[in-house]
């Protein structure tokens, strides 16, 4: 009995110690939340600092005739084969697919914007269906979540040939979205959108083609790749139907480099010298560096070299971290000319749920899910999740801090 009481002791001791530990870890847990949380407010309010303080100065004589149009940008438009896994379902016997649930968190970000772009980096044509080629039933989602205007210029634009081109384009018109970066109609590859009393040229160019050697004269031709000559023609285009602002969306950099190319220098140099206005990259998979940058005549060029991919099932967690940009203009009611007015982001992450998972791809705000779980709402991420997106908001600011 004697034994057995001191075994009986020795385990209480054991129970009760562990327990103290627990709590005093549970404790530690709970402040440094609280403390990340904090974190997670100051890191917001100092990753664009610098870019609010160069358009600060432009911004000082608004006047209340003055025309505001929203804009908001965000990256790659990928699919791939296990999210057209996830997206498949059967409904009264037909075989079809939905994937609603991937946008449904974020739509809002964009929804009110007068127009939102993005790089449809994939085909929407016939035969089976892959990486390179994906259901119409995802472009319908892009277009709800509010995607509106895509250039369809990029290193993938042939992958499925020159049909496919002419089928994903004519898919996404059917759709109803603006799309640009073809010559299949017009030798000039710009689109003119009217919002209020403004009218923005879009332009796009890709660095390239895959396997482009191996496409004929007409199929490369159809596509605008950057070069000099063809940027020289659409500004002078874009300018000679009355332009007041001037977007470009370009393909182009290291696809996994957070660090901005000497490339992509040198030719935003000389899209800024041409009269670009705004300047949104695409194609790295990760988010690089933003600037502010003066352009012959000392008003404010916006250039964004890469905002990361928007939706794609690439596993590397940098690549899972993107913006959703938001770009404010201002027309001015005396001057009648366009200013950058205000420039501001909500980072977002591709959360995979996994493959056992009902909807296993999701797009998610990561502040706001990041600042729940500090503030104890464990219902939408884990502890594992919550660490990623820490490290991701860590990783922006590093590089959106970084300086030229």
Not at 8 to 36: F, H, P, T, W
Not at 233 to 258: E, L, N, P, R, T
Request: proline fraction near 1%.
């Amino acid at each position: 009995m004697k034994t057995f009481l001191t075994i009986i002791g020795i385990l209480l001791s054991v129970i009760i110690v562990c327990i103290g530990i627990n709590g005093y870890r549970r404790y530690e847990d709970r402040q440094l939340l609280a403390k990340q949380k904090q974190e997670l407010e100051q890191q917001s309010q100092e990753i664009f600092s610098r870019i609010e303080d160069d358009i600060s100065q432009a911004n000082q004589n608004i006047s209340e005739t003055d025309e505001i149009i929203k804009m908001s940008a965000v990256g790659d438009i990928l699919s791939g084969e296990s999210m057209v896994k996830d997206g498949y379902v059967e409904f009264n016997g037909k075989e079809t697919y939905d994937f609603s649930h991937v946008f449904s968190k974020v739509s809002k970000y964009i929804n009110n914007a007068d127009i939102v772009m993005g790089t449809m980096e994939t085909n929407f044509t016939s035969g089976k269906y892959t990486d390179k080629n994906t259901p119409k039933e995802f472009a319908k989602e892009v277009k709800k979540s509010g995607v509106n205007v895509v250039t369809i210029a990029h290193n993938h634009s042939l992958d499925c040939g020159l049909k496919g081109l002419k089928d994903t384009k004519s898919c996404l018109k059917e759709l109803g979205y603006d799309t640009v970066g073809d010559k299949l109609d017009d030798k000039n590859a710009v689109l003119i959108k009217q919002v209020k009393d403004t009218k923005i040229a879009f332009l796009t160019y890709t660095y390239g083609i895959n396997n482009e050697s191996s496409k004929t004269k007409k199929e490369l031709n159809s596509v605008n790749i950057y070069s000099k000559k063809q940027v020289k023609s659409d500004m002078k285009y874009a300018k000679k139907q009355g332009a007041d602002c001037i977007c470009v969306m370009i393909h182009w950099g290291d696809v996994s480099s957070s660090t901005v190319s000497d490339e992509q220098r040198k030719m935003a140099d000389y899209l800024v010298e041409q009269g670009a206005d705004i300047i949104i990259g695409a194609h790295p998979s990760v988010v690089q560096p933003m600037e502010i940058v003066k352009n012959k005549e000392g008003k404010n060029v916006f250039i964004a070299y890469s905002i990361g991919t928007y939706i794609s099932t690439l596993v590397d967690e940098d690549s899972k971290v993107e913006l959703v940009l938001n770009i404010e203009l201002r027309k001015s009611g005396k001057d009648g000319e366009v200013y950058l007015n205000k420039v501001d982001y909500t980072p977002i992450y591709v959360l995979d749920n996994g493959q056992q998972a009902e909807n296993r791809y999701e797009l998610i705000d990561m502040k706001s899910a990041a600042t729940s779980y500090a503030s104890g709402d464990t219902n939408d991420i884990d502890r594992a999740t919550y660490d990623k997106l820490l490290r991701g908001i860590d990783k922006l600011k590093t590089t959106l801090s970084k300086k030229k």
